[in-house]
């Protein structure tokens, strides 16, 4: 399969640039110039022959928060101690790889860029695209595990986050992805809703006069579920008679209706979500150890959305066109903009969302949505629309610099830089309108690039 990357040197010799582009070459691999290449989002390949400040650097840069997969190849001449692999990896790297020139180092190289090449383009597909919105770096990161766990393996998914992240949109999109052929349907328990009584039943299925009320046969979850996916919402509050019914199911793939005595087959995918800690109730006994790791074959933890700020008005003009239908969804002008931005969502997505419908019915006209199309109780008193950009995780990064030696003018340097460069996401790519975000003149940005200050 033929695949396209870019490579980057860092302190190698020709002699050594060449070996990596002929074994590369050998599997199918095209290397490009990297700018060009950085800019199609294609994967790359940085090779090393000393690993120093200046290479973490050129890390960070090129693995842009998470949205470009980074293989370091170590060729250094000494071994290659845990901690630098560790490193890289903190800095941007998406795997580090001793090169030796052999042949199999060149295929497991190979096998990471098809893997990646294949994520990247499931990540710029509409189904997950248009379904679960948002650039941020902790988005991206969360999803892109949720694609390739979907796609490429059959593991159990453990989605966990607080209420409102979209637990249930990440299943759809885990079911949705999975390959299996003949695929049966996606099967949807809330556990929040069982009763403990009738448990049984909803799960197995009961026969014809099992219990009182029971006038006929009934299939359950585990029969409705088979060659499908099964989605446990909030399966920590599952009782605990349940969780070893559960568990053997999950073990023996075979079960018995409620008041019948033959072993029926299933056989389906496991998802499972939850806003506790269920680790912490494992360790308290209220919930089974014995199924958390059974449930947990893969844990995706999804952030609540403080942490992905950068995602709010991108979701919120997303919600505005579910709403429209047909017509044009409102813009939004800049004093609702930054008072999105500078809200509190305590029930995250969910909350945003619905904030977004009430401004929705308050709107009319064709222009933009303004602060009068918010609800009375949503208007900020006194100078609290003011955005609180400072203190929290900004005063908690700084910190960790401040802590790690980082000296006055590197840290100015490189918030100066990491800001124009997210202003450019943000506006893909726009000078212009990046440099009105910013405050400052496009001709400011156009030197810095100019300097190679900027990257292009």
């Not at 990896?89 to 190979?110: E, K, P």
């Not at 499931?122 to 997950?128: D, F, G, I, K, T």
């Not at 029926?264 to 680790?279: E, G, W």
């Not at 990046?434 to 200050?453: I, S």
């Amino acid at each position: 399969m033929g695949m396209s990357a870019w490579l980057h040197v860092h302190g190698a010799t020709e002699a050594l640039v060449g070996s990596v582009r002929q074994g590369l070459m050998r599997q199918g691999i095209t290397l490009l110039d990297r700018e060009n290449a950085a800019r199609a989002q294609l994967p790359g390949i940085i090779v090393f022959a000393h690993a120093d400040a200046a290479l973490h650097e050129h890390l960070r840069a090129f693995s842009q928060a998470g949205t470009i997969s980074v293989l370091a190849l170590d060729a250094s001449q000494d071994a290659m101690p845990a901690e630098r692999a560790w490193s890289l990896l903190r800095n941007g790297a998406a795997d580090v790889i001793r090169w030796d020139g052999g042949d199999a180092v060149c295929t497991a190289v190979a096998a990471r860029l098809q893997r990646w090449t294949q994520v990247d383009s499931l990540m710029a597909s509409p189904v997950v695209c248009a379904n679960l919105i948002g650039k941020s770096p902790a988005w991206r990161r969360v999803l892109r595990e949720l694609v390739e766990v979907a796609r490429c393996t059959d593991a159990p998914v453990l989605i966990t986050g607080e209420s409102g992240t979209g637990k249930e949109l990440a299943a759809r999109l885990i079911h949705t992805l999975d390959t299996r052929p003949n695929k049966g349907e996606l099967v949807i328990v809330d556990c929040t809703t069982i009763m403990p009584e009738l448990s049984g039943s909803e799960f197995f299925g009961h026969e014809r006069g099992a219990f009182t009320g029971a006038i006929g046969a009934r299939d359950g979850a585990f029969a409705a579920a088979h060659g499908g996916t099964l989605f446990l919402d909030e399966v920590g509050e599952l009782p605990a008679s349940m969780q070893a019914q559960l568990l053997r199911v999950i073990q023996e793939r075979t079960y018995k209706r409620v008041g019948g005595n033959q072993w029926l087959k299933t056989d389906f995918r496991l998802v499972c979500a939850t806003n506790r800690n269920l680790p912490a109730e494992m360790h308290s006994g209220a919930f089974r150890a014995d199924l958390f790791y059974r449930i947990a074959g893969w844990c995706c933890e999804l952030p609540p959305l403080r942490r992905r700020r950068e995602d709010v008005l991108s979701l919120a003009m997303h919600f505005l066109r579910d709403q429209a239908g047909a017509n044009a969804a409102p813009q939004l002008d800049e004093a609702v903009q930054r008072y999105l931005l500078q809200r509190d969502y305590p029930g995250n997505v969910r909350d945003l969302r619905q904030l977004m419908a009430r401004i929705r019915v308050r709107h009319v006209g064709n222009g933009p949505i303004t602060v009068g199309d918010l609800p009375d109780h949503e208007r900020p008193c006194d100078d609290a629309a003011e955005p609180q950009w400072r203190g929290g995780e900004f005063d908690n990064a700084v910190r960790r610099a401040v802590c790690m030696g980082v000296k006055l003018k590197e840290l100015g340097h490189y918030a100066t830089e990491t800001a124009i460069r997210l202003a450019l996401e943000e506006e893909d790519g726009n000078l212009q309108r990046a440099a009105r975000r910013l405050g400052v003149t496009d001709r400011a940005l156009q030197m810095r690039r100019a300097n190679g200050q900027l990257g292009s």
